[in-house]
């Protein structure tokens, strides 16, 4: 398949409906709703539009799965073997998923292919190789006794997820759930629920048991808010917004779920002056722009040593200045479409609120095109720590550049934010990049670099950016549940 010359008319879409116990089915109500191509605004495919209904269905699917198996009972290589088939399956269908995802989600497909696949792949292989290392401990205890734990399956896993990786946010909820023995009922977003299901057919074709992976499509406060109160349901995982996570939290205090929270950020992105001006240009701009700005650990608040600001923006400048806009199938096109109206007009509106305040917008700044929810990069200068465009979550490409002068000014200024899910700092310094990252409250922080990803390494947010981490360990814990064993000699 060339990238060059696909197009929507090229992507075939196989699965509209919910899928439930190994069965595609369409939802109880008849209704359905549309999902868009954000770089057209045209309808690609109606889809069932799950509710309460749908999601209770899934949810007994997926107890019966847990409760009697096999899944649960699988031997642990069995089910690590099955998991890693599918990383496999989706190998072989890596540009197909790609243009299916850049389809319904916008972003270029270079990256699909390039960046969120082989991260997806990659997090399933990690975690197919965990399902059998979970074990427990044996414990000392006083007396007569022999101690020990299991970490065992929490049981059925509610995932709800957002748009804007569809497919590295299915394997980073399904590969710690599977690898544990868990089984999951998902909801997709109902921007992009297009690649999740087509996961879930190869899911069923690599052999993954009927049961153990549902999803229902739909609303959040309709399918999403079901999967939270439902009773069958053990645990749910949420990436998305903190004010979701706030109303998900109050709809789960009957059901007392555990709760895994991966939320937004207002990560800042500090130069120091002694640092390699050019690589931090460019952790600067990969880290604002990639994904459309639609990254939660984004590094939105560019701070800038005053002494190097002039040259900084400069390079910055000229390099966002050659972005390419457009297509997202063409092969190279570096930036497509944001993800729907909503957030095209939420961003404008951001932009809009920083020229008001009094910042210096250098680039962009305005919509691309007249079709599709194309927005030139945008960068201001001349930011200050209380304008709306430092404060608040804008999910976009736009870059703010704000400056400082000395270390204690910008350690406060960083932590000056109610989220705390990444952190960056440039500078040859060692010592000042060691008391930075200890220093700032954040759950990652990267040191001369940005958005280094790996399925080993834990990623989550301290404050209002989450609670728990995913990936590595951490990210595997958070579907087991502890139990100790005491035995009387
Ligand atoms: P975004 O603004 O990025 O779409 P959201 O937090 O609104 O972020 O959405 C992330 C996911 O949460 C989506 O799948 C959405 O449908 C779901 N969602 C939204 N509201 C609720 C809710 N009240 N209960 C459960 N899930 C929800």
Request: charged share 25%.
């Amino acid at each position: 398949m060339s990238s060059d010359v696909l197009s929507q008319s090229d992507v075939q879409i196989q699965h509209t409906e919910c899928f439930i116990n190994g069965e595609w089915v369409p939802a109880q109500s008849g209704k359905t709703f549309a999902t868009v191509n954000p770089a057209t605004e045209e309808e690609i495919a109606q889809i069932a539009e799950g509710d309460a209904e749908d999601v209770n269905l899934a949810a007994i699917a997926a107890r019966k799965a847990f409760d009697e198996g096999p899944w649960s009972k699988m031997d642990a290589r069995d089910r690590g073997r099955l998991i890693y088939l599918l990383a496999d399956r989706m190998e072989q269908e890596i540009e197909s998923l790609a243009a299916l995802e850049t389809l319904d989600n916008g972003k270029p497909y270079q990256d699909s292919l390039t960046v969120d696949l082989p991260l997806a792949i990659d997090c399933l292989r990690y975690y197919a190789g965990y399902a059998d290392k979970i074990h427990g401990k044996t414990i000392p205890i006083r007396g007569n006794h022999f101690c020990y734990t299991r970490q065992e399956a929490v049981g059925v896993a509610g995932q709800i997820i957002p748009w804007n990786f569809p497919i590295l946010m299915v394997a980073w909820k399904w590969g710690p759930a599977l690898a544990a023995g868990c089984t999951v009922v998902m909801k997709p977003a109902e921007q992009t629920p297009l690649t999740c299901l087509r996961l879930a057919q190869l899911a069923k074709e690599v052999g993954i048991p009927d049961g153990v992976i549902n999803i229902v499509p739909g609303f959040g406060p309709t399918a999403g808010a079901a999967v939270v109160k439902h009773p069958m349901i053990d645990k749910v995982a949420f990436t998305g917004e903190h004010r979701t996570a706030q109303v998900i939290t109050r709809e789960s205090a009957d059901t007392l779920q555990r709760l895994t929270f991966e939320l937004g950020g207002k990560s800042p992105n500090v130069i120091f002056d002694d640092a390699d001006l050019d690589a931090a240009v460019q952790g600067a701009y990969v880290g604002l722009f990639l994904n459309q700005g639609q990254c939660c650990c984004a590094g939105s608040r560019v701070f800038v040593h005053k002494s190097r600001h002039a040259e900084f923006i400069e390079k910055l400048q000229k390099l966002t200045l050659q972005r390419k806009v457009g297509d997202p199938f063409a092969a190279d096109t570096q930036q497509g479409p944001q993800v729907d109206r909503s957030q095209y007009d939420k961003i404008m509106s951001y932009i809009e609120k920083g020229k008001e305040q009094g910042a210096t917008c250098l680039t962009g700044g305005e919509r691309v095109g007249e079709k599709g929810y194309f927005i030139a990069p945008t960068i201001f200068d001349g930011v200050n720590d209380d304008m709306a465009i430092a404060q608040d979550e804008i999910f976009g490409p736009v870059l703010s550049v704000l400056t400082f002068e000395d270390k204690e000014e910008i350690i406060q200024r960083a932590n000056n934010t109610f989220y705390g899910l990444a952190a960056a700092v440039w500078t040859r310094d060692v010592a000042l990049a060691h008391e930075f990252a200890t220093r700032v409250r954040a759950g990652t922080v990267w040191v001369n670099c940005y958005d280094v990803f790996d399925a080993a390494a834990p990623f989550g947010g301290f404050k209002m950016s989450g609670h728990g981490r995913e990936l590595g360990e951490e990210g595997l814990r958070a579907y087991t549940e502890n139990k100790t064993v005491t035995i009387a000699l």
